[in-house]
């Protein structure tokens, strides 16, 4: 029965069109008054005790790095530096649009978090998607690509933005599993390039039926001008990873790291990021971060109320049919993210 005031309120508030975080607070609420446990002054100890944690510090600073990116202009250079390599090719747009989607996803977190912050307070590759579409979508029609397939393509491709490191799912993911996140980060890389590898795939197939003229190719010196203006901001992901992997520093001081590159290379490197900027910067920055930690801290509160109503030990039963078998316990675990992730973000997903 607890199970079900759990998720019946939970969906209840959600289906209202309350924001995610706070859809939580209600759901923890109400499982409370259920089992006649109600204590605020325990929710608000909940919510402090999660935002206290070191390894979260990471959010902020890589926000802060992705904010000072976006606007010193690193972003567009990786585009351009893209459109060298494969824009001559058949389709070559698209294959951009991997490129570029598997560029950005590695150079920052803030892109893939903050405009779904103002629509969920939860996390998501929205961002990624609509940075990649204001830039590519328009040259694409104006190429004669049909515009549906290329929008369907930048969702696509959006979706790699949480598993390329750095990503705040794996952060958020390692302090609510108590996992490395530093292992989560390394683990990324591959599952990421290999989702970029099928998206390509999958458009060079899709391609053969545009009826499009290639770009013209670029020369070698204008590939290596590219090259040259990218190379700053193709630096910092081989920064992060390197240092992660030889255990220079710990996903947190990577976030260091990162601001502490980013900001320097947009005003001085590239000249893009103006003194005048940075407060706009800040401010973006530290809007999203706070999205992000009341989130965590909301779950939190609603961790603890599954625990005391002992909501895991009225599942486990549901899942006992499938406990021999660990191919079909892995298939209803993936059945079951994908009925949730239709209606939750990937943050949540993770904390509940």
Known sequence: MTLLVFVGS????????????????????????????????????????????????AVPFFLLAGEAMTAGGLSRRLVNFALTLVGHLRGGLGYVAVIAAVLLSSMSISMSMSMSMSMSMSGSAVADT??????????????????????????SGGIIGPVIPPSI???????????????????????????????AITWALLARKEKVQPMPRKSWAEAAEALRDGLLALGLPLIILLGLKFCIFTPTEAGVVAVVYAIPVG????????????????????GT??????LVACA???????????????????LEPFMDNRVLLMAVMMLL???????????????I
């Open 300 to 318: 939190a509160v609603t961790a603890y109320l599954i625990t005391i109503a002992e909501i895991p030990g009225q599942i486990r039963p549901l």
């Open 130 to 155: 609509a940075a990649l579409a204001a830039v590519l979508v328009p040259m694409m029609r104006r190429a004669g690509y049909v515009v549906g397939r290329s929008a369907a393509l930048m969702a």
């Open 337 to 351: 993210v994908v009925v949730v992730g239709t209606a939750l973000d990937f943050i949540p997903t993770i904390l």
């Open 267 to 286: 005003m001085f490197g590239y000249q893009e990021l103006k003194p005048s900027m940075l407060p706009g910067v800040l401010v973006a920055a530290v």
């Open 10 to 57: 939970l969906l209840g508030a959600m289906a209202l069109g309350m924001p995610i975080a706070f859809a939580l607070l209600v759901s923890a609420v109400v499982v409370m008054l259920h089992i006649d446990a109600f204590d605020a002054q325990s929710m608000a100890l909940q919510m402090l005790n999660a935002s206290d944690s070191f390894a979260l510090l």
């Open 289 to 294: 971060s706070a999205a992000v930690m009341f």
């Open 169 to 199: 799912g794996f952060i958020v993911f390692g302090v609510a599993a108590n996992v490395s996140i530093t292992s989560l980060f390394l683990a990324g890389i591959v599952p990421g390039l290999m989702m970029a590898a099928a998206l």
